[in-house]
C-alpha cells in the first residue's frame, strides 16, 4: 500500500531552527510537496521538489531523496506565526496526491 | 498567483437539508477539481476528482448519490450534500488543478459545514 509518514506534533522555540521529516513509499513518484495549514484553514502552498537536493526559499527549505523515500522541510529564524500544521504529499504514478497526516508544529516564545 | 475561491466559508443547516458549495478557479482554467473533507486534527481525504464535463471520480466509501458533484465549466465545480445529517458536518475544501502535469494544487478557503 501506499503510505506518508511525519510525526504527529513538534514544539520548538521562536527564533530557532526546526525539521519536519516525511517518509514515503508509493506506487510511483512525481513529486513531493509541502503544504501550511493554520487551524480552521485551507493549506498553503510552500514547496515542491522532484529531483534529489535542497530547495530553498526564504525561511523555508525543503530536501529530497528519492533513494531513501525521504524528505524534510526545514524551517528558520521561526516565528509565532509559524505555528501550524505541515502537510506532506506525494504525487504518484497516476498524478493523484498521497497526503500525510500532518505535522502539528507549536511554537513557544 | 491562482486564486480559487471557495464559497460558502461557513454554512449552518438542519438535517435533511441539501447544501451547494461552490468551487472557482478566478484567473485560470481549471481542468481537473478534487474535493477533500478535514475532521479536527485529520489530514485531508480525498471524496472525489472532477474533471470539467465529465462524471467525477469518486474515491472508494463516499457516497455519490449523497455528495453530488458538477464540474460544469473550465472555472467552477459544485459539491451538494444532499439530505445532510449531523455526521456529515465537517471541513469540505475544494482544489483546482491547470492540467495533469505537476502543478501544485491551489486550494479554496474551504467551507464549514454543521448541520443540526
Known amino acids: 500500500g501506499q503510505n506518508i509518514d511525519q510525526p504527529t506534533e513538534m514544539t520548538a522555540t521562536e527564533g530557532a531552527i526546526v525539521q519536519i521529516n516525511c517518509t514515503y513509499q508509493?506506487?510511483?513518484?512525481?513529486?513531493l510537496f509541502w503544504y501550511q495549514q493554520h487551524a480552521g484553514e485551507a493549506p498553503t502552498f510552500l514547496s515542491y521538489?522532484?529531483l534529489d537536493g535542497l530547495e530553498e526559499k526564504g525561511r523555508f527549505s525543503s530536501f529530497l531523496s528519492r533513494s531513501k523515500g525521504y524528505s524534510y522541510l526545514l524551517l528558520k529564524e521561526l516565528q509565532m506565526k509559524d505555528s501550524a500544521s505541515y502537510l506532506c504529499?506525494?504525487?504518484?504514478?497516476?498524478?493523484?496526491?498521497?497526503w500525510g497526516a500532518g505535522t502539528k508544529l507549536i511554537i513557544k516564545p | 498567483g491562482a486564486v480559487v475561491s471557495q464559497h460558502p466559508s461557513r454554512v449552518i443547516c438542519k438535517s435533511g437539508t441539501s447544501v451547494k458549495i461552490e468551487c472557482r478557479s478566478l484567473?485560470?482554467?481549471?481542468?481537473?477539481m478534487f474535493w477533500y473533507r478535514q475532521f479536527p486534527k485529520k489530514s485531508l481525504m480525498l471524496m472525489a476528482t472532477?474533471?470539467?464535463?465529465?462524471?467525477?471520480?469518486?474515491e472508494q466509501g463516499v457516497e455519490k448519490d449523497k455528495f453530488l458533484i458538477n464540474h460544469a465549466s473550465l472555472t467552477l465545480s459544485t459539491l451538494t450534500v444532499t439530505s445532510a445529517h449531523p455526521e456529515d458536518s465537517s471541513f469540505y475544501i475544494c482544489?483546482?488543478?491547470?492540467?495533469?502535469?505537476?502543478?501544485?494544487?491551489?486550494f479554496g478557503n474551504g467551507t464549514r459545514l454543521t448541520v443540526t
Open positions: 482544489s483546482a488543478t491547470q492540467g495533469l502535469d505537476i502543478s501544485p494544487l491551489h
Open positions: 484567473d485560470f482554467q481549471a481542468t481537473t
Open positions: 472532477s474533471n470539467e464535463g465529465s462524471k467525477a471520480t469518486y
Open positions: 508509493t506506487s510511483g513518484f512525481n513529486g
Open positions: 521538489n522532484v
Open positions: 504529499a506525494v504525487m504518484d504514478s497516476n498524478y493523484q496526491l498521497i
